[in-house]
């Protein structure tokens, strides 16, 4: 299939340019290069070093066998988008061009309002695009299991049957999202659904849970192929981060309580998902909502993880609770489906603890980068609108004996 | 009490000032003039004359006895939006300044992505500027019955009690919004509802049904103070249009088969609740709902209205169907509550018919104004994203005898 996509510089993006391609794919994508700039803006670079842009291509041929189309722009460049959409007339879009940052969408006026142009404009310019030039495409698009919120109810994949006063309706499950960011994310769902109705395009909504890992198996060794690992309080999301802590023997901080229970996923399964949604196309007119993660933990228990992994690497770290930068329930129920990419045939890693220690073992390598920017790893960005750096609030637990 | 009104040149921003500053509030306001521009942009113009602002202003000092204080300009201007209300110091914020058009916002990519763009960021920089400079103020901020769309149960004013699979909890009530307009106010209502609960902000979110009507009381007749009244197929609402049909004796047009049910109210009882909202402002952190209109009624039992009415001033005209250039159901469950403004006080005017021949008596001043522009009154921009002019596909109803 030829697959397109947005945002093929990300974290996610150039490694699912790799996946596709070892597996028969003809890949091609767009990226304005944005994610380097903002965490140099935040104080911080990637932990695994990230080539230029010509380097990575050139790593991608030589060990692929063919060129990866590249266009450096932006969703926001109308006129571009339908341009390269025309010229590579795709069978999926898989858009991942978005800033995905909670905190940095939370800084001040003018991050939230560059948040919200940049992904929902964006998101929106897609659509119309896909309309325009290739409107049988199927859109693959990144939303967030942050979009429910945590209702006191199970979440279903997207929608629910409703029974109210008598009456039955299948209706979208309420979205109750927790940053500006994660409000783009809904707006997108929204805008997506309203599209697949009308137009008839046809879209899978990937609800997506916390992502982490450091590797696939098709990247090899070549260090150009390599995709980034950020660790400070914006990009540097909980097990990428623990494990930039356990590297350093920095302590390993929950915000709060580290009640809060949450879906995640390695990279490898990310790859397989998003794959299994683009080779099984829905329908015309047809929006589909996946939700996306290998198991819910709370991020208590992902650190008492980390913190084993760790040990069995010869690291010994504590965990510390410090106060939360955020307002957001620590404690809740939480219960979300994910039957949808199981029956497509997802079989999820559950050997979490092995792929934290393949993760600690990748980063030593690159312990200096880490220790060099630690002061990112601690967050000031606090959802009052104010800038203070949490401090140690709670006992710490004992750690594990390595 | 001090009230502040973004969009306070509009069709319901005008004589809200009137009315409110007549009950002896303070009323100050920004409008960047852009109705009038739009208006234009279509091809038509305000069936009742709307004149320059300085002239607007001064006939509203000379009625009132006060000054009106108002500043030219945008909410996407933070800055500016910032120093006028740190200046004032409002008790109320009324936000009015949006697009208001679902055919606007459905022409092209680009008038998509103004609307979103323009209401999506114009209201979040609202919440930015109200949390730094006023946070103790309430913000009434008008949204639409059309963020529900028509599901197939009733419609609570914003969340309702769910039961799902055994466990119950108070959710936001889906939003099934069918134009990139009615899109931007789902946005907003998400975006305000996140503002509320993590700053402390107040709102009342009004889901407005749509609004007719050519008079409030305390307008008298100076018509420097009289507000615009469209008709054309963008920003002309369904009676108004009607009526103005009516006036040059052209067939009312249904759209499709006009089973379409909506809420309607005349501009009188959009004063009245909106002033109810603005003196009875919610607890600090409190997000409410209401649903505000006087009755639902199909397009068509408003037509067949329009018609008794017309006859009742000597007016014979017809009711055509023309084809929906829109994408929607015509015939479809609507039950929406509208309890809480009821408990506030509300007093819905249910002589419609009344209302109307006020609204033809009115207009007829301006018959010629209405027939130089009579091509805007058929619309051609479809929900497909093509232009047709929509074409007379259904029987003509026998008009009522004169």
Redesign the interface.
């Known amino acids: 299939m030829r697959v397109f996509i947005a945002g093929i510089d990300g974290y996610l993006g150039w490694p699912l340019a790799q996946y596709l391609t070892a597996r028969g794919h003809e890949v091609a994508g767009i990226d304005k290069l944005l994610r380097r700039r903002w965490v140099e803006e935040v104080g911080s670079h990637s932990a695994i070093p990230v080539y230029a842009v010509y380097e990575r291509l050139h790593a991608f041929r030589e060990r692929f066998g063919t060129p990866l189309t590249f266009h450096e722009g932006d969703l926001l460049d109308?006129a571009l988008l339908c341009d390269v959409l025309a010229a590579f007339q795709p069978d999926a879009v898989v858009h991942l061009a978005e800033m995905p940052s909670a905190p940095y969408s939370m800084i001040?006026?003018?991050h939230?309002?560059f948040t919200?142009?940049n992904n929902?404009?964006g998101s929106?310019?897609m659509l119309?695009?896909m309309?325009?030039v290739c409107p049988q495409a199927h859109l693959v698009k990144l939303g967030t299991m942050g979009e429910y919120g945590t209702?006191?109810?199970?979440i279903?994949e997207g929608f629910?049957e409703?029974?109210?006063?008598g009456?039955?309706?299948v209706?979208?499950?309420?979205?109750?999202?927790?940053?500006?960011y994660h409000?783009t994310k809904?707006?997108d769902t929204?805008?997506t659904?309203?599209a697949c109705?009308?137009?008839e395009l046809r879209a899978t909504d990937i609800m997506q849970g916390v992502v982490f890992g450091t590797q696939i198996d098709e990247m090899g060794d070549d260090p150009r192929l390599r995709s980034r690992l950020d660790f400070d309080q914006c990009f540097g999301t909980a097990i990428n981060r623990f494990c930039c802590q356990a590297v350093i023997e920095h302590p390993l901080t929950l915000y709060g309580s580290g009640g809060q229970k949450r879906g995640f996923l390695p990279m490898r399964d990310s790859m397989q998902c998003l794959t299994l949604a683009i080779e099984s196309p829905p329908e015309p007119g047809e929006y589909r909502v996946f939700n996306q993660f290998e198991e819910c933990y709370t991020v208590e228990e992902l650190a008492l993880k980390a913190q084993v992994a760790a040990a069995a690497v010869g690291i010994t770290v504590e965990i510390q609770h410090i106060d939360n930068p955020r307002?957001e329930q620590e404690a809740h129920?939480y219960n979300p489906d994910r039957s949808h990419l199981i029956a497509l045939g997802y079989e999820p890693t559950h050997d979490v603890a092995a792929e934290m220690r393949i993760m600690i073992n990748d980063l030593k390598a690159h312990r200096d980068r880490i220790l060099a920017r630690r002061d990112a790893l601690i967050p000031d960005i606090r959802?009052?609108?104010t800038r203070r750096r949490s401090q140690v609030i709670g006992a710490v637990l004992t750690s594990v004996k390595s």
Chains 1, 2 share one sequence.
Do not use: C
Request: glycine fraction near 2%; charge should be positive.
């Open positions: 109308y001040d006026q003018a939230a309002a919200q142009h929902v404009i929106l310019n119309w695009a309309k325009a209702p006191n109810v199970d279903p629910f409703v029974e109210f006063r009456r039955k309706d209706l979208p499950f309420p979205r109750q999202a927790n940053s500006f409000l809904v707006h929204h805008n659904m309203f109705k009308t137009w307002t129920y959802w009052d609108g």
